[in-house]
């Protein structure tokens, strides 16, 4: 599985001369290029990546739905992610990210779909699962891969819950946009 911390997301971004700020702008434009449509499932990021592309004027063109599963429940109830999954690697592992993405691409017909689940802190890690450590899905017709992120304490930012959700939704509007370059329609 890929790791990718916060200075490979922020690297990645400038090598693609994408800027943080218009990322969900550039998402919906390539999703509309590509005649794609995305779907997300958020935990840790409480539904920013379903806000930012929502910013964006026309997105109901090209954006299927966004389910913030915040509790385990959600996450098996309305995504599907396993009992056992749950009870066993928990919600942070790249299992249930896998699952997660699996489940809304499966609710929404989406051709893209992406799923965050981490621990954004300050609070709540662990030394197996540290703050800023999460998994992002991601699921299209052809595969599902996780991702591993671990987004905690660069750049002299400890453990910042606002830094940690900005890059992981950064993280999954980047993956949105290169899958379109991956999917043939």
Do not use: W
């Not at 390539?30 to 920013?48: F, V, Y």
């Not at 999460?134 to 992120?149: I, N, P, Q, S």
Request: hydrophobic share 40%.
């Amino acid at each position: 599985m890929v790791t990718l911390t916060d200075v490979d997301i922020i690297r990645l971004l400038r090598k693609n001369n994408l800027d943080q700020d218009t990322l969900h702008e550039e998402a919906v434009a390539k999703l509309r290029e590509t005649g794609l449509k995305a779907a997300t499932a958020e935990s840790c990021t409480g539904g920013l990546v379903s806000e930012r592309i929502t910013r964006v004027s026309g997105a109901s063109g090209v954006f299927e739905c966004g389910v913030c599963s915040y509790s385990n429940r959600i996450k098996e109830t309305v995504l599907g992610v396993s009992h056992e999954t749950l009870s066993v690697l928990g919600a942070v592992s790249a299992e249930t990210a896998i699952q997660m993405a699996e489940g809304v691409k499966k609710l929404s017909g989406a051709d893209i779909a992406v799923s965050l689940t981490g621990i954004a802190g300050p609070t709540g890690g662990t030394a197996e699962k540290p703050v800023g450590l999460v998994f992002m899905g991601v699921c299209t017709d052809e595969k599902a891969y996780a991702v591993r992120l671990t987004l905690g304490g660069s750049n002299n930012i400890v453990n910042s819950r606002e830094y940690i959700r900005r890059l992981a939704s950064d993280a999954a509007l980047f993956t949105m946009i290169s899958e379109c370059y991956n999917i043939r329609k």
